[in-house]
């Protein structure tokens, strides 16, 4: 077991940042005060000691909030982003082989994609009972839950190893997705509550960057597994076994590790935000009202359909680009998951690139809007290049096309945060995931038709259409750093007001920094 640090400060690591004092503003309604009378300003206690002395009556002192970083952070950070790589490949290795899968099991390419699909259906439903346990129960249970859910369904497909059993292979698939629901939902959470303040959005980015891996290696390793041997179906189950086997093995091995590395939250929280969170009593959180007033913040509601845009068109490209690739380039299967690797794996670069430039320079909406006109005008280049009849012109613009596309998906978790707090990270992130899983349905529904009946080109300018929706929107978002400002002492939220009847003059808080080593 990893365990913080003495009490012993680093050199070079540790400092008395003062913090401004707290004001008495309302903000959403998740941390309720009380408004001061007489217009005269209280100050909010740091710590429940504080909270003490003011209520009775004692004279002024100053109080502290001590924040460190765990070394488990980043153990927790690793294990996390490992078995969601493994739910991620799930996802995807159907979808890389629709020519071989369907070929296997007699089905038709529709049922097929319904095999990649069925992760999007599964979370709309189930994504507010998620994030309400998450909330209620904390992140140790909902992380076990996913990855427990995650190695039952790959063990669960390996029984569906004949091509007779096709619902088989979509029951455990669909179990898969469901351990999706407890997955994607956490990076901000784990990043939040583990990281801190110049960290926390390379954190994100690093377990988005986990599902983003498995997704690359989805795209590479199947279609080198399992070749196309349609005259040989008993070599072609075969192949498949040792791929559904693996990945049963080593999720459940995660599944073990993440028993082992995962607690509801470090000994000290890891920056002055969560500190604040702290301070509140649990019984005082209500899940309703979080909710309620996610949707009335205009920000977010933007925030969420131009991220319902962005990420469901990854999904119904990564979705069809097997189709895509083999339509122009027939027989091309294998470079077609190379194809897959490359958009995900210049993605993954952008995600670290783009959780970098936050940490350093905290402009939220001018990065995220940057980042979707470029992935709007890389669509564009990798929609008009794809028939040229060259593979190297697609490997390289797909690639540009994933830096910025996939770049994206930790930038609007982090925006998220920051315009919304103090919400829970889980629910915002939850919502975000399911506006994404929404449009991902319907796009690649849309786009699997018009690919079928007229062409990629046809499928792809559909979703240029809407990414060029999505700019506008992402455009008219109102940047409201509520998580920065607190972390920078600039304390506007009603975090927990003093009472009125309090004699007490508003107390200087003081933030004391240390790193756990």
């Known amino acids: 077991m990893v365990e913080d640090g003495g009490e012993e400060e680093a050199e070079g690591e540790s400092g008395e940042v003062p913090a401004a004092p707290l004001q008495q503003q309302r903000c959403n309604g998740f941390l309720p005060g009380k408004e001061a009378a007489g217009g005269g300003q209280r100050a909010a206690p740091a710590a429940p000691e504080a909270e003490e002395m003011l209520a009775a009556g004692g ?8 924040t460190r970083l765990s070394r488990r952070r980043l153990a927790v950070l690793a294990v996390f982003s490992c078995y969601s790589l493994v739910n991620a490949f799930q996802w995807i290795q159907y979808s890389i082989l629709s020519n071989v899968f369907a070929g296997f099991y007699g089905v038709s390419f529709t049922q097929i994609d319904w095999l990649s ?23 140790r249970l909902t992380a076990l839950l996913g990855a427990g859910l995650n190695a039952l369904g790959a063990w669960l497909k390996c029984g569906s190893l004949a091509p007779q059993r096709y619902p088989l292979t979509l029951a455990a698939q669909a179990v898969c997705a469901v351990a999706q629901v407890f997955i994607l939902g956490l990076p901000s959470r784990i ?12 954190a994100c980015a690093v377990a988005v960057l986990g599902n983003q891996l498995g997704t690359a290696i989805g795209f590479l390793l199947p279609p080198v597994l399992v070749p196309n041997t349609p005259n040989d179906i008993d070599l072609m189950a075969h192949n498949i076994s040792i791929m559904f086997y693996g990945t049963a093995i080593v999720s459940t091995l995660l599944f073990f590790l993440a028993g082992v590395v995962f607690e509801e939250k470090p000994k000290y929280p890891p920056s002055h935000s969560q500190a604040v969170l702290q301070t509140k009593p649990p019984e005082d959180y ?14 977010f509601i933007l925030l969420l359909i131009s991220y319902g845009i962005m990420t ?7 979705t069809l680009l097997n189709q895509m690739i083999v339509t122009h380039y027939e027989g091309e299967e294998v470079n077609a998951g190379r194809i897959g ?6 993605g993954m670069v952008g995600s670290i690139i783009c959780g ?11 990065t995220t809007l940057i980042v979707y006109i470029l992935s709007f005008i890389g669509l564009l280049v990798f929609t008009f290049t794809l028939d040229l009849g060259y593979l190297i012109v697609v490997f390289v613009t797909g690639g540009v096309l994933g830096f910025f596309m996939t770049g994206y998906l930790p930038l609007g978790f982090e925006f998220a945060v920051e315009i919304t707090y103090p919400e829970s990270e889980g629910t915002s992130s939850g919502l975000l995931n399911a506006s994404a899983q929404i449009f991902g349905i319907i796009f690649t529904l849309v786009q699997g038709k018009l690919t079928t009946d007229y062409s990629p080109r046809a499928g792809n300018i559909f979703l240029c259409a809407w990414i060029f929706v999505g700019i506008i929107l992402t455009a008219l978002i109102k940047s409201d750093l509520r ?27 003081t933030l004391k920094i240390q790193s756990a080593l």
């Open 312 to 318: 469901g068109a990854f999904y119904s490209v990564s």
């Open 286 to 299: 209500s899940y309703k009202q979080s909710i309620i007033n996610l949707f009335r913040n205009i920000p």
């Open 117 to 139: 699909m069925v992760y999007m259906v599964a979370y709309v439903p189930l994504i507010l009972p998620a994030t309400w346990l998450l909330d209620a129960r904390g992140l």
């Open 59 to 66: 004279e002024r002192r100053e109080a502290r909030l001590e």
């Open 483 to 509: 998580r920065h400002n607190v972390n920078s002492g600039i304390m506007n939220l009603d975090v927990k007001a003093v009472p009125v009847d309090s004699p007490v003059e508003p107390e200087s808080t």
């Open 341 to 346: 690797l490359t958009l995900v794996v210049a």
């Open 356 to 366: 970098l430039w936050l940490d350093y320079t905290k402009t939220y909406k001018q």
């Open 191 to 202: 990043a939040s509550v583990w990281f801190g303040p110049t960290e926390v959005s390379t």
